[in-house]
């Protein structure tokens, strides 16, 4: 067997996985997207559950059996790859189909959200998850580059073709100021959805994680940019080069702890506190109406900017909301213009 | 500041959101729940948790604070003050306030209540909101 074989199966049981593990991390009472009872979601709901993954693992297995037909004999004009990439693919979409129609069921027992809102007149700690000298870390750190990359400033390459280590690492401070405005936003503009109690406390540990790793991808970026920026210093590049790895390991491993805690909790933390700690809340506090395939979450009435994903774990922005689409063009647009103007 | 302040809102209510918000504090702060020195959550935190815009809860604050009972800070919420002596009393505010429970205590009687009981009632909550 190849080993384009391998991989390309590799892809269809992960997206399997993936795709069967999905429902467990929604609130219990959030069922493929759709705001059941959480009554309807631990009783009928479970045999659509089963129903949804017996058809993600046909899909999968029917995938793994063509890819087994295709890989054999080697087909030398490429035309053999090309089918396997299309099964795999195919795979992927088959299981977004069984979802959406699982959903299209779901719908069915859709409960209207509820007239009430309730929120808690305690103030939370919305402060970035380490503190502002934590935060600031990433600038140390490119700040410290730019002044190493000064002291061998005759040794920079100079000529057309040739990138600027400086505009490297300008380059990497509008990265970090990127994702700290998203870990900012985060813990501020999003919504508490437990009021108070355990189930808060655990959704509000949930959200500093997810800002957090926000906060950890500035430093990635950071040390990355800086790698990039000293390895055209060639007295430089060759003595740190390959030591850049070790220093991103540990925010490598807390991606992965963080991760899996994650997996472990479900979508803000629900699976981490007693049902009973958590009887008075309900779904997510965002109606149905508003999301689009699951995935995109379109309400222009609702102040927050990001709220808990429904396809997955973790957040999603607010696409109705200005402030959001502010962030989404800085996302998009900083880095392409700063790209071209710094490089 | 104790646990399990809430403020709710209804979306049904023919009350306006700001008001529902303003009265449900003003239920905390005379219950004594509220206590001088206590911080409010600031306005955007309060407004994204309600799913309302920021100035209706601005709104309700502003009510309160010209009430006496807050302190509005600047990107920091707002206050509880200390409110011993109450400020000049506003004769059509009363008034208005007096009409409305007269209304109530006419539903609650049409509703079956004896006057006895709305009379208990209301000493009831009269002597709740001074504990």
Redesign the interface.
Known sequence: MTSAFWGMALVVTVNAVFFHAMPRFSRPDILFGVTVSEAFAAGAGRALVSRYRAIVWIGAAAALAILLLLQAPRDESGRGAMLMTGVMTGSIVFAHVAWQLARQKARAHAVPPSDVRVASLVTRDTSLPGGVLFAAGPFAILLATALLLYTYLDDVPDGPDTANPFGQLAFGAILVAMMLTMALTLTRRSRQIAVDGPAAAVEQRFRRVNALGLVLAGYAAAILMSAVAVKSIPALGDTLSGRWRFVLLPLMLFNFGATLWMLRVGQGGYRAVAPAARREVRGDATPDRAWIFDVYYVNPRDPAMWVENRFGLGYTLNYGNWRAWLLIIGMMLVPMVAGRLLF | ?A??????????SPTPAYRQIAND?RR?LVEER?KPGD????V???????????NTVALAYRLLADEGWLELKRRR?AAVLERNAPRAVDRRHVDHLMQQLGQIVAELRSAGMSSRQISAALHRLAEGARS
């Open positions: 500041m646990g399990a302040l809430r403020v709710s809102l209804n979306l049904e504090l905390h509220l911080l409010l959550p600031p955007r935190q309060l407004a994204v948790d309600l799913g309302v815009h920021f919420g």
